[in-house]
């Protein structure tokens, strides 16, 4: 017998060369006569494994029910869009979705869901990929305009299923399903992002230059304990303020600080109610054996302290020579004209939180937001409900890579986008000691929803809080509607 996502994903598989025939044509599909018997087999089927009837109806066998296509390929497609419409009934952002019937899913449909709660995805199928939810996992009001149903994908003739196919180059997807009777994130609270930059001055971070077989490099510092202490203080006061997801900036931090802030607030406990925060990236405490450097890792924690998991940066940073004079860093020594590398470790897993309340969240480290691979072929796919990005960059401003890559990919993935971003380049660059006397030319962070309006805002620091942090409410339709336009760099 054959498991439903496994069969999903082999006949995906297969189909996957006949794409542009099953939209020439068409290809009967759900339109067959024959489908809606398939669906009712699928819908009642009280075992785990598909029903053996599909399997004849896909060896051409005899079936009980009389049958309109006859082409093994096209009864492929015409089980796909059965299972891909029956997947409507566990899909997470349909609870309880059981259309014109008043009972509970079957055996089948059950087990499709709970390996799904359990481990991220339906299947996991050697040499093909992982058969997940499509889109979005939270319920919310989808656009008029529907721009990933334009095109010749195959996994446009889908609603409920698709296949995030294994990626290459040594690199992974893992996925990670905190059980959401305990991690979750209610939905007045998701509403509410706390932003802040935590280096908020000149000297908060430490730029320290080298060379290496002739080839430059950057390795960026914060300033501790100065910034642990700010760290817990921005977060906690944040979670004060109603704040559901909190974002902190790119190497701000280390993996013991973010150690010591999941320990502060396990010592607070539930008080300030259900949230995750993203404890900003910073070194980790693993170096990696080849070149003995640390990664750059973020570290993801609820609200109560307990660290959901890590994730490491994918792609380093050049900054290049120009940009090192606007924030008066001091290139190393003989390296003057040549672009530095970030001096890290490079990650090879991307991975993917399933949260209840919030859905599917991403993390892109700066740089991972920028590059199509992994991080914006696995955003098309999967459809994050949340990408969040740490930077470190200077202001975030209309024009700026940021605004436009965020743009980019969250009107196509129709995903909120969130950048939180430092301010202690964007000081440098202002000529000036403290944030507060950069304001307003510093901005701490973006953000754009891309399912309702395609609207951004840029967040700006308030300049009058220690540290300072700022709440934003999700009201999308108020904020401007987004362009991009080519600005100085």
Same mark, same amino acid.
């Given at each position: 017998?054959?498991? #439903? +996502?496994?069969?999903?994903?082999?006949?995906?598989?297969?189909? !996957?060369?006949?794409?542009?025939?099953?939209? /020439?044509?068409?290809?009967?599909?759900?339109?067959?006569?024959?489908?809606?018997?398939?669906?009712?087999?699928?819908?009642?089927?009280?075992?785990?494994?598909?029903?053996?009837?599909?399997?004849?109806?896909?060896?051409?066998?005899?079936?009980?029910?009389?049958?309109?296509?006859?082409?093994?390929?096209?009864?492929?497609?015409?089980?796909?869009?059965?299972?891909?419409?029956?997947?409507?009934?566990?899909?997470?952002?349909?609870?309880?979705?059981?259309?014109?019937?008043?009972?509970?899913?079957?055996?089948?449909?059950?087990?499709?869901?709970?390996?799904? =709660?359990?481990?991220?995805?339906?299947?996991? *199928?050697? +040499?093909?990929?992982?058969? !997940?939810?499509?889109?979005?996992?939270?319920?919310?009001?989808?656009?008029?305009?529907?721009?990933?149903?334009?095109?010749?994908?195959?996994?446009?003739?889908?609603?409920?299923?698709? %296949?995030?196919?294994?990626?290459?180059?040594?690199?992974?997807?893992?996925?990670?399903?905190?059980? #959401?009777?305990?991690?979750?994130?209610?939905?007045?609270?998701?509403?509410?992002?706390?932003?802040?930059?935590?280096?908020?001055?000149?000297?908060?971070?430490?730029?320290?230059?080298?060379?290496?077989?002739?080839?430059?490099?950057?390795?960026?510092?914060?300033?501790?304990?100065?910034?642990?202490?700010?760290?817990?203080?921005?977060?906690?006061?944040?979670?004060?303020?109603?704040?559901?997801?909190?974002?902190?900036?790119?190497?701000?931090? =280390?993996?013991?600080?973010?150690?010591?802030?999941?320990?502060?607030?396990?010592?607070?406990?539930?008080?300030? /109610?259900?949230?995750?925060?993203?404890?900003?990236?910073?070194?980790?405490?693993?170096?990696?054996?080849?070149?003995?450097?640390?990664?750059? @890792?973020?570290?993801?924690?609820?609200?109560?302290?307990?660290?959901?998991?890590?994730?490491?940066?994918?792609?380093?940073?050049?900054?290049?020579?120009?940009?090192?004079?606007?924030?008066?860093? =001091?290139?190393?020594?003989?390296?003057?004209?040549?672009?530095?590398?970030?001096?890290?470790?490079? +990650?090879?897993?991307?991975?993917?939180?399933?949260?209840?309340?919030? +859905?599917?969240?991403?993390?892109?480290?700066?740089?991972?937001?920028?590059?199509?691979?992994?991080?914006?072929?696995?955003?098309? !796919?999967?459809?994050?409900?949340?990408?969040?990005?740490?930077?470190?960059?200077?202001?975030?401003?209309?024009?700026?890579?940021?605004?436009?890559?965020?743009? @980019?990919?969250?009107? $196509?993935?129709?995903?909120?986008?969130?950048?939180?971003?430092? /301010?202690?380049?964007? %000081?440098?660059?202002?000529?000036?000691?403290?944030?507060?006397?950069?304001?307003?030319?510093?901005?701490? /962070?973006?953000?754009?929803?891309?399912? *309702?309006?395609?609207?951004?805002?840029?967040?700006?620091?308030?300049?009058?809080?220690?540290?300072?942090?700022?709440?934003?409410?999700?009201?999308?339709? =108020?904020?401007? $509607?987004?362009?991009?336009?080519?600005?100085?760099?």
């Amino acid at each position: 017998m054959t498991l #439903p +996502g496994v069969l999903f994903a082999e006949l995906w598989q297969l189909l !996957i060369p006949h794409t542009g025939d099953i939209l /020439g044509q068409p290809w009967a599909g759900r339109n067959a006569g024959e489908f809606s018997e398939i669906l009712r087999l699928f819908t009642t089927e009280p075992s785990i494994d598909i029903p053996h009837e599909i399997e004849e109806y896909l060896a051409l066998g005899p079936v009980s029910f009389t049958c309109s296509v006859f082409d093994v390929k096209e009864r492929g497609f015409v089980v796909m869009c059965a299972l891909d419409e029956a997947a409507m009934m566990i899909h997470p952002a349909f609870p309880n979705r059981l259309p014109g019937i008043a009972r509970r899913p079957t055996g089948m449909l059950v087990a499709m869901r709970n390996k799904r =709660t359990s481990e991220g995805f339906y299947a996991d *199928v050697p +040499g093909v990929g992982l058969v !997940i939810p499509k889109g979005h996992l939270m319920s919310r009001v989808r656009p008029n305009d529907r721009e990933d149903a334009s095109g010749t994908d195959l996994s446009n003739q889908f609603e409920h299923l698709i %296949v995030l196919e294994h990626l290459r180059q040594g690199r992974s997807v893992r996925f990670v399903v905190p059980n #959401p009777t305990k991690i979750f994130v209610t939905p007045d609270r998701a509403d509410y992002v706390g932003l802040a930059p935590i280096a908020e001055d000149r000297n908060d971070l430490r730029f320290i230059t080298s060379e290496r077989g002739g080839r430059p490099y950057l390795d960026t510092q914060p300033s501790i304990p100065d910034l642990a202490n700010r760290i817990q203080s921005a977060v906690t006061a944040l979670l004060d303020d109603g704040a559901g997801v909190i974002v902190l900036p790119e190497l701000v931090s =280390t993996s013991s600080v973010a150690n010591e802030l999941a320990a502060v607030l396990k010592a607070r406990g539930s008080a300030s /109610g259900p949230a995750i925060v993203l404890a900003g990236t910073g070194a980790s405490d693993v170096l990696e054996i080849a070149g003995a450097r640390p990664h750059n @890792e973020a570290v993801l924690m609820t609200s109560g302290g307990r660290i959901l998991g890590k994730q490491r940066k994918l792609h380093l940073f050049n900054m290049d020579n120009a940009r090192m004079r606007d924030c008066d860093i =001091t290139p190393a020594v003989g390296c003057s004209m040549s672009n530095h590398l970030e001096d890290a470790a490079v +990650g090879t897993e991307l991975v993917v939180y399933d949260i209840h309340g919030l +859905g599917r969240v991403m993390i892109l480290i700066c740089e991972d937001l920028q590059q199509q691979t992994p991080g914006g072929d696995v955003a098309l !796919i999967a459809r994050p409900d949340w990408i969040l990005t740490p930077v470190l960059d200077i202001s975030q401003t209309e024009g700026r890579w940021t605004h436009q890559r965020a743009i @980019e990919i969250g009107r $196509k993935t129709l995903s909120r986008v969130v950048v939180s971003c430092s /301010g202690t380049l964007g %000081v440098r660059k202002a000529r000036v000691d403290r944030l507060a006397d950069a304001l307003p030319l510093v901005n701490i /962070g973006i953000c754009f929803d891309g399912l *309702v309006g395609n609207r951004a805002k840029l967040v700006v620091g308030t300049g009058a809080i220690t540290p300072d942090r700022v709440v934003v409410a999700w009201e999308s339709e =108020t904020w401007d $509607k987004h362009r991009i336009k080519l600005v100085p760099v």
